[in-house]
């Protein structure tokens, strides 16, 4: 689910990037807190970061003694993604294991689907491994999958999500190769 959402964080500018001419100092700030958005990539409360909209406001700039950067804080606008248990998701295949699949959806490359939640399809290996069901319906490479997320968690190390989705329910499943 995408979320809009308001933060309040402190940009710091380097004292070599600092100039009289306001514009240059705005171009700054903007660029400095766009660096570190991006490095931030992810949260466990508000999911990825995936667009800035709005710089709202810069407050007064405070002088740290010892390097003589400059300290603005601010506050802007900007939209995360982030998945709930229960929320229906669609993820491409991108990897397949005997235990099961990982899907990729929007900014998420970690969606676990195991063998076990996938009612009435087995594994079958080989040079393309895949997963089939009595309906001849195929989960492979780069096959769309409709799922259902039962639990997501956040690892700080890597800013990444985990999460474990499960076919179980109406209307889930392949829908089409990408």
């Excluded at 007064?60 to 939209?79: A, H, M, N, Q």
């Excluded at 259902?148 to 499943?173: C, F, N, P, Q, R």
Aim: proline residues 4%; charged residues 25%; hydrophobic residues 40%.
């Amino acid at each position: 689910m995408f979320l809009k959402t308001q933060l309040s964080w402190n940009v710091v500018i380097p004292a070599k990037n600092l100039d009289t001419n306001g514009l240059m100092l705005q171009k700054a700030i903007i660029l400095r807190l766009m660096k570190n958005f991006a490095d931030k990539k992810a949260t466990k409360e508000l999911g990825y970061f995936m667009a800035l909209t709005t710089l709202d406001e810069v407050g007064e700039g405070k002088v740290r003694p010892t390097t003589g950067d400059v300290l603005f804080p601010v506050k802007f606008s900007c939209i995360t993604f982030k998945v709930f248990r229960g929320e229906i998701l669609e993820g491409v295949v991108h990897k397949i294991l005997k235990h099961g699949v990982f899907l990729r959806s929007g900014p998420m490359e970690n969606i676990y689907l195991s063998h076990q939640k996938m009612a009435d399809y087995r594994y079958v290996p080989g040079e393309t491994p895949f997963f089939m069901n009595d309906k001849s319906s195929k989960i492979e490479k780069d096959v769309v999958v409709r799922c259902i997320v039962m639990g997501e968690k956040y690892m700080e190390a890597t800013k990444e999500i985990y999460t474990i989705v499960s076919l179980e329910g109406d209307y889930l499943g392949p829908i089409w190769r990408s």
